[in-house]
Structure formats: C-alpha cells, structure tokens
C-alpha cells in the first residue's frame, strides 16, 4: 500500500513568509505526527493529531499549527518564517488506536525547508 | 524534561563486528521502545520496537531492554558496509508522544 506523502519536498522561503505543509498518511491510520530534525536538535517533537483533533503538542512557538482533515490528511503551518526554521519537517502517520503495534510510526520522505 | 540520551558517535566497526548502539531514557514510565535507521538524506525507517524487558532478535538485529536500569540497547552482528547510518532511539512517552534520541551515527568499513 502506498506510503506516507509529503509535498512539496523542497522549498525556499524568505524571512517574515508563512509556508504550508501537506501530508498524506497510510490509508487507514488516523494519527498523523510532525517532527522538525535538523542537524543540531535532531528530531523534534511538533504535533499529533488523531481523528482531526491535536492530541499532543511539542515545545514550539504559536507561529507553528497543524490541522488534521475528516480523510486524515495533514497540513502544517509556519507563519512569520525566521532562519532558523531552515530543517527537514518530518509526518509521520500510525493507526493510533490501542491495539499493539498501533504506535508504530511511519515517516513520509520529509519537506526541506530553506528560509533566506 | 523527557530526555533520550544516545551516544552521537560515529561508531566504526569493520564489516562482520557485532555493532552495539546504546540508548538511556529519562522517563521511568515508558512502555514502548524503537530503533529506527535513517540513512543520510532520507528519513527514518523501523528497525525493531521493545516492549517487554529482555531481548528481542530479527535476523542480524536484537533489541535488548532493561526497564529498571532505564536502557534500550540495538545489537548488529555481522556488520555490513550497508549497515551505516544513523541509528535513532525512541521512547514512548505516557501522553503517546514518541521522544528521539538525537542518534549514533554508524561506520562499518570494509
């Protein structure tokens, strides 16, 4: 079955833009997790959202936010974009429910991004 | 803080060592324990998950968790030159968030 989606997976910004990320999970998982990795913090923790509601949230600013729609699929959004935004934003989708194995993450391909 | 603590390496190993890649967490309450690979450039893979204390084998990979020392471990025997990466610990939190590790990078040479 076809994997987790990300789009677009490059891009370049300039300071003070906003940027949307999309992603597209595994069909049939409900929870969708975004990660922010770059060389120095590794991978951080953004958010989860399971069943269009954010069941977790990490240590980032307001200027991050992510919605969950009905069919499951992800967007994030960076308003107010600063260099130091520049990293590999990772989804990650897992069906989310209580059965074992239910956790087991699954990473999309990641969108680089680029803040000038 | 929720802290996993891992060794950033690199650790080199000749090809056909046994490789073993450590991993401390913080939290005493975690129940489920991963290792993924990520190869430079591309994002993290599955490895193995631990979920029980003692050791867990699939093929050339055993996992090995100690709950009361608050240790994952990630064993390669017969190392390959494919087998170089970066290898992530990840611990899940009571609230279901996985926390990572920031990684050992792997060498094995040839």
């Known amino acids: 079955k076809a994997g987790v989606t990300q789009t677009p997976r490059y891009l370049i910004k300039t300071r003070g833009q906003q940027v949307t990320l999309s992603c597209s999970p595994i069909s049939g998982h409900r929870s969708v997790s975004w990660y922010q990795q770059t060389p120095g913090q590794g991978l951080q923790f953004l958010f989860e959202?399971?069943?269009?509601?954010?069941?977790n949230k990490g240590n980032f600013p307001g200027r991050f936010s992510g919605r969950q729609f009905s069919n499951s699929r992800s967007e994030m959004n960076v308003s107010t974009l600063e260099l130091g935004d520049s990293a590999l934003y990772l989804c990650?989708?897992?069906?989310?429910?209580?059965?074992?194995?239910?956790?087991?993450?699954?990473f999309g391909a990641g969108s680089r991004l680029t803040v000038l | 803080q929720k802290e996993v603590e891992q060794n950033s390496g690199p650790l080199s190993v000749p090809e056909g060592a046994i490789a073993s890649l450590n991993c401390t967490y913080s939290?005493?309450?975690?129940?489920?324990f991963f290792w993924y690979r990520q190869y430079s450039g591309k994002s993290p893979e599955l490895i193995m998950s631990i979920y029980s204390n003692g050791d867990k084998e699939d093929g050339r990979f055993t996992a090995q968790l100690n709950k009361a020392s608050q240790y994952v471990s990630l064993l390669i025997r017969d190392s390959q030159p494919s087998d170089s990466a970066t290898y992530l610990c990840?611990?899940?939190?009571?609230?279901?968030?996985?926390?990572f590790g920031k990684g050992t990078m792997l060498l094995v040479s040839p």
């Open positions: 959202y399971f069943s269009e509601t954010q069941r």
């Open positions: 939290d005493r309450v975690s129940q489920s």
């Open positions: 990650a989708s897992s069906s989310g429910g209580g059965e074992t194995g239910a956790n087991v993450l699954t």
């Open positions: 990840a611990v899940r939190l009571p609230d279901s968030t996985l926390t």
